[in-house]
Nanobody, 119 residues
Framework: VQLQASGGGLVQAGGSLRLSCAAS????????VGWYRQAPGKQRELVAS???????NYADSVKGRFTVSRDNAQNTVYLEMNSLKPEDTAVYYC??????????????WGQGTQVTVSS
């Protein structure tokens, strides 16, 4: 059972990236899935989250630029990032509760994917 985050990279300011968070070996529980980021020297912060039914929540710093979505059939959650700014540079992580085994769930973190936005 694991959570795999991918899709990071180097992009110029104003550009876009799409991150993916895929669960393997299990499925997402009913809890919300969150995207977090951690910049050097800073604490990890919640960027966006999405519930099983698709309700979303965003940090003020990314509202209107980032969109979180999910494909429950594919056990995957996405983070579409547009109008990227240098201050978005960070390692991005996803966190989710996965059934392991059903009906018990445990929190898992993806391994992190680096997003670097150049000015």
């Amino acid at each position: 059972v694991q959570l795999q985050a991918s899709g990071g990279g180097l992009v110029q300011a104003g550009g876009s990236l799409r991150l993916s968070c895929a669960a393997s070996g299990s499925t997402f529980s009913d809890n919300a899935v969150g995207w977090y980021r951690q910049a050097p020297g800073k604490q990890r912060e919640l960027v966006a989250s999405i519930t099983l039914s698709g309700s979303t929540n965003y940090a003020d710093s990314v509202k209107g630029r980032f969109t979180v979505s999910r494909d429950n059939a594919q056990n995957t959650v996405y983070l579409e990032m547009n109008s990227l700014k240098p201050e978005d540079t960070a390692v991005y992580y996803c966190k989710a509760a996965l059934y392991d085994p059903y009906p018990y769930s445990h929190d898992y973190w993806g391994q992190g994917t680096q997003v670097t936005v150049s000015s």
